[in-house]
């Protein structure tokens, strides 16, 4: 009784603390994709949060087409250290190859998670205060445009109403269904 008590308090502990690092480094990852302000005070933090673990990977894992591949590669071997942990609260026992695949639909709900929070901000801020200015709305900004600007252009005019941010998250959340449930199923059949 008391193991189980513990359990689900340490394993929450452990989702969140290395769900955050990964997070860091995803969202390092996706404003370098879209090229977002490197000198906002956000990117700024993130740069100087990711770059200990993520400069030597870089000098091993080099960028393809502009893209940090190293910091994929780091957000998922934190996704696995996190599968590794929870496995072992569980009391699996310590199985690194099941940690690494079930990392693999992890960093993949990550991704689609960020942009999914990115979009809600950016409309809850839009509802309270349009039209201001903030770092952190910068970088949002500069995170969702490229995905909602190019459904943008491709829906009917609304009379002004903007439904993008609703097509997009939709289109995510039915993305991360169709994506994430099976490869965990897949990943859990081989373990």
Sequence with gaps: ??????????????????????????????????????????????????????????????GVSGMDIAALVLAWFVLTLEQLAILGLAGVGLQPLAAALLAIPELISLIINVFLFAILIQVIISWINPGSYNPAISLIHSLTEPILGSVRRRLPEMGGLDLSPMVVMVGLVVLEMLLVPPLKDLFAQMI
């Design 1 to 62: 009784m008391g193991d189980s008590y513990l359990t689900q308090p340490a394993v929450f502990l452990v989702q969140v603390l290395f769900g955050l690092y990964a997070a860091l480094v995803v969202l390092r990852f996706l404003l370098q994709l879209v090229r977002a302000d490197f000198y906002n005070p956000l990117s700024q933090f993130i740069v100087r949060a990711t770059k200990p673990l993520l400069n030597p990977l870089r000098r091993v894992i080099p």
